[in-house]
């Protein structure tokens, strides 16, 4: 059987790929929510994955980085970039050569400043549309993607967009397979320079360890002790809630339809 | 002649003397009603007790002492909160401070309350040039509190192209809005969608380095800006300090909420119309979800089963017909009618519900602790007294199965006539 990419051209998918960081050891892993991109770009019909990653080239990256290559990839474009360094520059300019129908990226880095804000400058300087929160690509037509973006509450929506286009992943995209040794071990990384700028905005910061955010008091603002007594020693608040005794069922339930009409949840 | 006082000293005297025996007489006549407070011959103040409070629900009487209450009347009709703070007028505002809240649910969030409370305070940092908050609302809206949250000056985009999710249009807005009046400072929540991307957005055609994830921000002079800002970095294992950008997206809890005054919220519009842009992002809208299939803790609309539930089959049919995520107390759920990862309260899950409903469930304070966050709740109850109906803010008294029936029925007449009328 004649493979399809053959006959239609193949719906070519950038994943840009950076160093995680797991929540309690603070050692290098591959990025969750890039992992998450990884997987949704495998998931798609007759594309070519490739995986994009700019910075810095060392022990603890490349094993991270190998943990790309083990969801089942021969190869990683690495543009070296010194440590610290902003990676915009080099990665608009790698984007531009390639020119994909579509990049993948993760919300946020579990590095740095991990501001989220890498994917909406790339679109910005592409002049690509931007998608947010990505939950799964439904289908890709006719340079049309029909994709489903992450709502709060467990919600989705459905928009469609014209390639090329980049879209960021949210947490509630398929779980990422497993990294498969063999394959980490045997991948190549393919270097390649690119432009370097430094963030000297980032090196005058002061950076330190996530404190615990103060638990935020309950002030209670009264006039007289009175008010105050009564907000301390309150229960259960409210009381100015409405109360519908010797009502029909009937009656009742318009009541309650009312209000879930007004506060818009009936679909 | 008849227009000249006259005092009737012994009239005053029985008025002073409640012990008198034409005492309340006297008060009547002389449009006193029962007086409870008066200056006495010896320039004290007296008091008669007799005079003051309300029987209480036991029957008995109770003075209540706040100063709300004074008289027999009741002092008649007190001013309601809102009134008595100070209305705060900023006429010619030194700069602007625009805040675009995410008004989840058509209403300002616990969220974009804090971040007003910070807008304000960047406003009014300095008495001399006081700044004012300028508030971009896109859509329609259920609030009617703008003022109160600290708002001066409201810009309400309520045209087709903003509805819905149209970024890139409300992007346009934003743009206008920052070439018309050119805001000192940006806030925006840094929430999941809207405020996040939306500041994102901004953030990306302004140039601005923006500061993301800030949760606390302190005056300090020696900065540009006059401000510094404790920002969250590296998906929130690092502190960030640095001085606070002109484009800030930030946690909720930044700051304390405008609690102390009121303000003009006066209506404010873009000096011309919004461009017609071509969208290259279409909104196809909201996909329906499997309700059952959501979390628990991430549910948007509760039912709930308690043990007054007696009628299974017909709970979860109006829990499929309504759309709701069922939900149960721990008596249900003991009894084997639930699922264990169904129950809400302390020892279940603790819900975030915009609308919970309670049927025939008590409302224990294990249960209540589990629906704190939960913004509108009905109770359906057989029991005046229970403690779910204090909470509630809608509750119906009378037989759950009955009144479950008697909604799934409106329900479906009302799809009903709406598939005719299509
Ligand atoms: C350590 C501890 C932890 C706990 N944790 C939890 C927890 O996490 N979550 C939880 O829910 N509970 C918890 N509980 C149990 C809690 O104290 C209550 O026992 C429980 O919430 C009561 O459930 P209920 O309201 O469904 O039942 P009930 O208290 O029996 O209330 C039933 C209600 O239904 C009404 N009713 C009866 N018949 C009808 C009818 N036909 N139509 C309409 N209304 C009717 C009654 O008027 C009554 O108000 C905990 C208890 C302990 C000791």
């Known amino acids: 059987m004649q493979p399809e990419s053959a006959m239609t051209p193949g719906l070519e998918v950038t994943v840009l790929v950076s160093v995680g960081r797991h929540p309690l050891t603070g050692r290098a892993r591959r990025a969750d929510q890039d992992a998450r991109g990884v997987e949704l770009a495998r998931s798609l019909a007759n594309a070519q994955v490739r995986l994009l990653h700019a910075g810095m080239r060392d022990e603890s990256s490349e094993a991270a980085?190998?943990?790309?290559?083990?969801?089942?990839?021969?190869?990683?474009?690495?543009?070296?970039?010194?440590?610290?360094?902003?990676?915009?520059?080099?990665?608009?300019?790698?984007?531009?050569?390639?020119?994909?129908?579509?990049?993948?990226?993760?919300?946020?880095?579990?590095?740095?400043?991990?501001?989220?804000?890498?994917?909406?400058?790339?679109?910005?300087?592409?002049?690509?549309?931007?998608?947010?929160?990505?939950?799964?690509?439904?289908?890709?037509?006719?340079?049309?993607?029909?994709?489903?973006?992450?709502?709060?509450?467990?919600?989705?929506?459905?928009?469609?967009?014209?390639?090329?286009?980049?879209?960021?992943?949210?947490?509630?995209?398929?779980?990422?397979?497993?990294?498969?040794?063999?394959?980490?071990?045997?991948?190549?990384?393919?270097?390649?320079?690119?432009?370097?700028?430094?963030?000297?905005?980032?090196?005058?910061?002061?950076?330190?360890?996530?404190?615990?955010?103060?638990?935020?008091?309950?002030?209670?603002?009264?006039?007289?002790?009175?008010?105050?007594?009564?907000?301390?020693?309150?229960k259960a608040e409210g009381g100015s809630g409405q109360v519908l005794t010797d009502v029909t069922p009937t009656q009742g339930a318009e009541a309650i339809l009312t209000l879930l009409r007004e506060e818009d949840v009936l679909r | 002649m008849s227009d000249l006082p006259r005092r009737d000293p012994r009239q005053e005297w029985i008025a002073r003397n409640r012990l008198h025996p034409r005492h309340a007489e006297v008060l009547l006549a002389t449009g006193q009603g029962a007086a409870s407070e008066w200056w006495g011959p010896g320039g004290l103040v007296r008091r008669n007790p007799h005079a003051v409070g309300f029987v209480g629900p036991n029957g008995v009487k109770r003075i209540d002492r706040s100063g709300t209450q004074q008289g027999a009347g009741g002092g008649g009709a007190t001013t309601p909160a809102a009134e008595r703070k100070p209305l705060v007028e900023i006429e010619a505002p030194a700069f602007m401070v625009a805040v675009v809240p995410d008004m989840a649910g058509g209403r300002l969030s616990g969220h974009d309350r804090d971040l007003l409370g910070l807008a304000r305070q960047l406003a009014d940092?300095?008495?001399?040039?006081?700044?004012?908050?300028?508030?971009?609302?896109?859509?329609?809206?259920?609030?009617?509190?703008?003022?109160?949250?600290?708002?001066?000056?409201?810009?309400?985009?309520d045209s087709p192209e903003v509805a819905g999710?149209?970024?890139?249009?409300?992007?346009?807005?934003?743009?206008?809005?920052?070439?018309?009046?050119?805001?000192?400072?940006?806030?925006?929540?840094?929430?999941?969608l809207d405020g996040?991307?939306?500041?994102?957005?901004?953030?990306?055609?302004?140039?601005?380095?923006?500061?993301?994830?800030?949760?606390?921000?302190?005056?300090?002079?020696?900065?540009?800006?006059?401000?510094?800002?404790t920002a969250r970095g590296a998906a929130?294992?690092?502190?960030?300090?640095?001085p606070l950008p002109r484009l800030a997206l930030a946690l909720a809890e930044c700051a304390e909420p405008v609690s102390e005054t009121?303000?003009?919220?006066?209506?404010?519009?873009?000096?011309?119309?919004?461009?017609?842009?071509?969208?290259?992002?279409?909104?196809?809208?909201?996909?329906?979800?499997?309700?059952?299939?959501?979390?628990?803790?991430?549910?948007?609309?509760?039912?709930?089963?308690?043990?007054?539930v007696k009628d299974w089959p017909g709970f979860h049919h109006a829990a499929e017909v309504l759309g709701a995520t069922e939900g149960a107390s721990r008596v249900a759920?003991?009894?084997?009618?639930?699922?264990?990862?169904?129950?809400?309260?302390?020892?279940?899950?603790?819900?975030?519900?915009?609308?919970?409903?309670?049927?025939?469930?008590?409302?224990?304070?294990?249960?209540?602790?589990?629906?704190?966050?939960?913004?509108?709740?009905?109770?359906?109850?057989?029991?005046?007294?229970?403690?779910?109906?204090?909470?509630?803010?809608?509750?119906?008294?009378?037989?759950?199965?009955?009144?479950?029936?008697?909604?799934?029925t409106l329900v479906a007449q009302a799809r009903e006539e709406k598939r005719d009328a299509a």
């Open chain 2, 236 to 242: 929130g294992s690092l502190d960030i300090r640095r």
């Open chain 2, 196 to 229: 996040g991307e939306l500041g994102r957005r901004l953030a990306a055609r302004l140039g601005e380095r923006p500061a993301t994830g800030v949760w606390q921000a302190e005056a300090d002079a020696e900065v540009a800006t006059g401000w510094h800002c």
């Open chain 2, 165 to 192: 999710y149209a970024p890139e249009a409300r992007l346009g807005a934003l743009i206008m809005a920052e070439e018309s009046w050119v805001p000192r400072h940006w806030l925006l929540p840094d929430s999941k």
């Open chain 1, 65 to 234: 980085l190998r943990g790309y290559l083990g969801m089942g990839f021969t190869e990683l474009s690495l543009l070296e970039q010194p440590e610290g360094a902003d990676v915009l520059p080099a990665l608009a300019e790698a984007l531009d050569a390639m020119s994909p129908h579509l990049v993948i990226a993760g919300e946020r880095a579990e590095r740095g400043e991990g501001s989220g804000l890498l994917p909406y400058l790339l679109a910005e300087r592409l002049g690509w549309p931007l998608v947010s929160g990505l939950a799964a690509v439904e289908s890709v037509e006719e340079g049309m993607a029909t994709l489903l973006q992450a709502l709060p509450r467990g919600q989705r929506r459905r928009l469609k967009v014209r390639l090329p286009v980049i879209v960021t992943v949210d947490d509630a995209a398929p779980a990422p397979r497993q990294s498969a040794y063999g394959p980490a071990r045997r991948g190549a990384f393919e270097t390649a320079a690119g432009p370097v700028s430094d963030d000297e905005q980032w090196a005058a910061w002061q950076v330190q360890p996530a404190r615990q955010r103060p638990k935020r008091l309950k002030i209670v603002k009264a006039a007289s002790a009175r008010d105050r007594f009564k907000a301390a020693a309150a």
């Open chain 2, 125 to 157: 940092a300095d008495p001399a040039a006081r700044g004012a908050v300028v508030a971009v609302v896109f859509g329609p809206h259920k609030e009617a509190n703008f003022g109160e949250a600290g708002i001066d000056r409201l810009l309400h985009l």
């Open chain 2, 333 to 408: 759920v003991d009894d084997g009618f639930m699922a264990r990862d169904r129950q809400v309260g302390a020892t279940g899950t603790w819900v975030t519900a915009r609308v919970y409903v309670a049927v025939g469930i008590s409302g224990a304070i294990q249960h209540l602790q589990g629906i704190q966050t939960c913004d509108k709740v009905v109770a359906i109850n057989m029991d005046p007294g229970c403690d779910m109906i204090k909470r509630a803010d809608l509750a119906v008294i009378g037989d759950s199965t009955q009144i479950l029936e008697a909604l799934v």
């Open chain 2, 262 to 308: 009121r303000h003009a919220a006066a209506e404010l519009a873009l000096p011309q119309p919004l461009p017609s842009t071509l969208s290259r992002i279409q909104d196809l809208g909201q996909v329906s979800v499997d309700p059952s299939g959501v979390a628990l803790s991430e549910a948007e609309f509760i039912l709930s089963a308690g043990n007054g």
